[in-house]
């Protein structure tokens, strides 16, 4: 029953939510309330939220929780790690058995939030790995999404939900062809830098 | 002049700095007044800061951020990236002149500051990418530090300079075998959950 392996392989995303605010530990546990983690496998402390399950719930849970602690309107950041092959990673498999609907897109459709991202692919174990990364990723035809270079990072520009249908294709693509794949991302909306 | 490789090769961390505080505009700009970056190469926008140079500088500027951020006693979190041997990554290289004296070590040595910290290390382009890290790294040294197997990443508790040494050793160590290297960190402290 465990093996998904050539359908569906389990997935995962460790991140950190962080509202520059006061508030933050209202907005962390309010967020958490309106969010819809039941397809996912999920363990919190005090550094990092680690859920894992089928990419696509993985991907829906994370946006969601980024949009709904930014609809608050205070500066927040979300830094994290998505996952997918990582040699041993058998934990959560009854997980797998959920469906494919995602759980929180209803809600959170008409949440319309503009953000800037940074994001990195890590293929792991292959010695054409930039060509990897170069063949598989095309983000030009994210048409609302707008693209940049940096150093260690693509820089990604849009609405929130563009921005996450960005990452979660790419993510996608590549682990099709790579067995064991990480992708990091930095998101933030609302900083005062970008209203000055 | 710009070959360093066989004897220092240039690094780099692309970070976030993230106080959970109404007042995380103040505590970012006087943190970066505090911090002398006058030996690594630096670039800040909305999302992250890069900065580049010397192995050394680098961990000494991202560990000074984050210790005097730290030490306002506010819930502060950082996020970020180390990465060396980036194929095509050679901005920056004057600051390769510059002399091996960390800048900053004087004034944070006398901040004694706990933290949480998760960090995994990915070693590029090698099919036994598994055996580098299980090779390179032996955590058991750092006798002050706690070391905790989560999912995705390692997870250290202890005093933020020794976590930072355990940090600096374990991606020295593996960037001497493998040419294209990064790792990943999320640092947090004075979390109210660990208050409670």
Redesign the interface.
């Given at each position: 029953m465990s093996n998904y392996c050539g359908t569906s392989r389990i997935a995962?995303c460790?991140f950190?939510l962080?509202?520059?605010?006061?508030r933050?530990?209202d907005i962390i546990l309010s967020t958490l309330e309106e969010v819809d983690t039941s397809k996912v496998w999920k363990?919190t402390?005090?550094?990092?939220t680690?859920i894992?399950g089928k990419m696509v719930h993985v991907f829906d849970v994370t946006k969601a929780i980024f949009l709904h602690a930014a609809k608050t309107g205070e500066?927040v950041?979300m830094?994290g790690?998505f996952?997918i092959g990582?040699?041993g990673?058998s934990?959560a498999d009854v997980y797998m058995d959920e469906t494919d609907t995602p759980l929180n897109e209803e809600k959170v459709k008409s949440i319309s939030q503009v953000a800037?991202?940074?994001f990195?692919l890590?293929?792991?174990?292959?010695?054409d790995?930039?060509d990897k990364i170069y063949e598989q990723i095309d983000l030009s035809k994210h048409r609302n999404v707008k693209v940049t270079s940096?150093?260690?990072?693509t820089?990604l520009d849009g609405d929130v939900h563009n921005l996450f249908q960005a990452l979660y294709e790419s993510f996608k693509l590549i682990q099709d062809q790579v067995s064991h794949v990480?992708m990091?991302f930095?998101?933030?909306a609302n900083?005062?830098?970008?209203q000055a």
């Open positions: 995962g460790q950190s962080h509202p520059m605010s006061d933050f530990v363990n402390d005090d550094v990092s680690c894992r500066h950041a830094n790690t996952s990582c040699p990673d934990d800037g991202c940074k990195s890590y293929p792991l174990g292959r010695e790995y930039m940096t150093h260690y990072a820089r990480t990091t930095s998101l933030s900083s005062p830098t970008n």
